[in-house]
Nanobody, 127 residues
């Protein structure tokens, strides 16, 4: 079992920045990734970003946040952070940290492939 401690989130004006952090209690396997997904009321869960810890580590982003958000990782601490800049009202959502094991690259953007989930943190962007 993997448990999370997540922090960050809050209320910010459009164009502002926020930073989310998530620490996992352990790394479950060699093909391990930690990701952020978000869900706004009435909408489906959306992939934001993930960090795949194997093969030297690499970040992947959803199209709606590419160029504005940056995910970084501390491999030794099993921690990922999401720096969000240029925030827009449409970024308003509940952001959830997730971890997946035995993943393959083609499934990294699919929320159903992640085994463990944090409670989530609310991000609200005012216009």
């Amino acid at each position: 079992q993997v448990q999370f401690t997540d922090s960050g989130g809050g209320l910010v004006q459009a164009g502002g920045s926020l930073r989310l952090s998530c620490a996992a209690s352990r790394r479950a396997s060699s093909r391990f990734a930690m990701a952020w997904f978000r869900q706004a009321p009435g909408k489906e869960r959306e992939f934001v970003a993930t960090f795949a810890f194997w093969n030297g580590g690499r970040a992947y982003y959803g199209d709606s946040v590419k160029g504005r958000f940056t995910i970084s990782a501390d491999s030794a601490a099993n921690t990922v952070s999401l720096q969000m800049s240029g925030l827009k009202p449409e970024d308003t959502a509940l952001y959830s940290c997730a971890a997946g094991t035995n993943l393959i690259l083609s499934s990294l953007r699919t929320w159903q492939q992640y085994n463990y989930w944090g409670q989530g943190t609310q991000v609200t962007v005012s216009s």
